[in-house]
């Protein structure tokens, strides 16, 4: 499913996205308030959206590449972890520094957001690293509000890291 906004184009991802996505998630800038660091095996990037590709044809999410532009890859974005029973599913988003601050992100998850409903899910819920504050923003720009703390969650090199869970009914 291709969604479109006023400035961007979110398409499925493909194999061969990984290129493009490869340069954004080995920035440890990026990447500083995810679970794991940055990805330095370029066989690693590939590997991730293989992965997600295969969820994507078993009907458990949906993985887009952000084009802005001329096909110009800004990030991505995802809808993941559906749980048609209960009408929910989690969100997710990254991008490269230089889209920062130019709205991009608020507009792609908008149109995720959107989508979701469409489907007939009710209910989101997005997860972030204590101190992510752009993110934390973003999500409550987007109607998600606070719902938990989650202690020592996630481990990253060596140290265990505090994470936020925000929701929002549709």
Known sequence: MILETERLVLRPIVAHDWRA?????????????WDGPEVIDPDVCAGMVAAEIEDMRAGRGYYWAVEHGGGAVLGGCDLADIDRR????????????????????LE?????VSHAAALGLRRLWARTHAGNDRSERLLQRLGFEPEGYLRGHVQ???????????????
Do not use: N, T
């Open 86 to 105: 209960h009408h929910r599913g989690e969100v997710g988003f990254f991008f490269a520094r230089q889209a920062w601050g130019h709205g991009f992100a």
């Open 156 to 170: 990253r090199a060596g140290q265990r890291r505090d994470c936020k869970i925000f929701g929002i009914l549709l």
């Open 108 to 112: 792609a998850m908008r149109a995720v």
């Open 21 to 33: 996505l490869y340069p954004i998630l080995s920035d440890p800038v990026v990447v500083a308030h």
